[in-house]
């Protein structure tokens, strides 16, 4: 089953969230740009450099030849993380004035891309990071990784975060891979349920079953057998790989069954 979303709301969440980039970007120094982040390897810059190759490969625009064999340094370990690696070896010693303008343009043409797709583009299946699916599917995909390195971004430079809609997008990407997260990844007994009880300005509780099949559910037909509760942003980042449960030790609170709690949590993340 592919998934259908509306065009006017993801794209809201998209076209916001590279509004954000933009205003967050602009406020900072020089030294700032060259801050690390906990992305291995990439500082500030070299995520903007990301950005700035992955919407210019959405345009046509031909990947950059590495000044190196990217695959070779150790942070790179697949063929799309190559890639985003000749994009950030070619823009790594740019100005942040001409990087901030390389970010403006190539969001500016997506935008209006993006906007003159008809229904029958937005809702046409391809492969996308996640599997085939819908090109609405993609740009929420799209949504959910600017919005993580927006936050990549103010957690290296001590800028706090939003939480409008490019969140609400990117969490709701995470939401949907939870079954994946918990019943493969995690290996979550058959009969399980396991709850996240996610605080902060995003709160919600997001809820597993697993029956056979590990997936998300409105309610529990029981008691959750673990319930797992931290912040909704610290959630965000363990999925993405940002961080781990052993970094965060006094921020997550396991209750019920605390050994699968503690198994799902060591296996939140699920981007490549």
């Not at 954000?20 to 992305?39: A, C, F, K, N, V």
């Not at 823009?91 to 209006?112: C, G, H, I, N, Y």
């Not at 007994?189 to 559910?217: C, E, I, M, N, Y």
């Not at 363990?238 to 961080?243: E, H, Q, V, W």
Request: charged letters at 25%; a negative charge.
């Amino acid at each position: 089953m592919v998934t259908q979303l509306d065009k006017s709301d993801v794209l809201t969440a998209l076209f916001g969230c590279w509004d954000e980039i933009d205003e967050l970007l602009t406020g900072l120094s020089g030294r700032q740009w060259l801050e690390p982040t906990d992305l291995p390897g990439w500082r500030v810059q070299d995520v903007v450099s990301h950005l700035i190759g992955t919407e210019s490969v959405l345009m046509g625009v031909p990947t950059p030849d590495p000044d190196c064999d990217v695959s070779a340094l150790p942070h790179v370990h697949n063929a799309a993380a190559a890639m985003n690696e000749c994009w950030v070896r070619h823009l790594r010693d740019e100005p942040p004035a001409t990087m901030l303008q390389k970010f403006r343009s190539v969001t500016s043409e997506r935008r209006q891309a993006l906007s003159a797709l008809d229904h029958d583009a937005w809702n046409q299946t391809s492969p996308t990071p996640v599997g085939v699916d819908t090109y609405g599917r993609f740009m929420r995909v799209r949504t959910f990784d600017c919005w993580m390195h927006e936050v990549d971004i103010r957690y290296a430079v001590g800028v706090s975060g939003t939480t409008g809609a490019p969140a609400e997008y990117a969490l709701a990407e995470v939401t949907s891979s939870l079954g994946y997260i918990v019943g493969k990844l995690a290996s979550a007994p058959d009969g399980s349920r396991v709850a996240f009880d996610l605080t902060g300005p995003l709160h919600r509780t997001l809820r597993v079953a697993v029956d056979g099949r590990a997936k998300v559910v409105d309610e529990f037909d029981r008691d959750p057998t673990t319930t797992i509760r931290l912040d909704a942003v610290l959630f965000t980042r363990l999925a993405g790989g940002r961080t781990t449960a052993a970094e965060n030790v006094n921020a997550i609170a396991i209750t019920g069954d605390v050994d699968l709690g503690n198994q799902v949590v060591k296996r939140l993340k699920f981007v490549m």
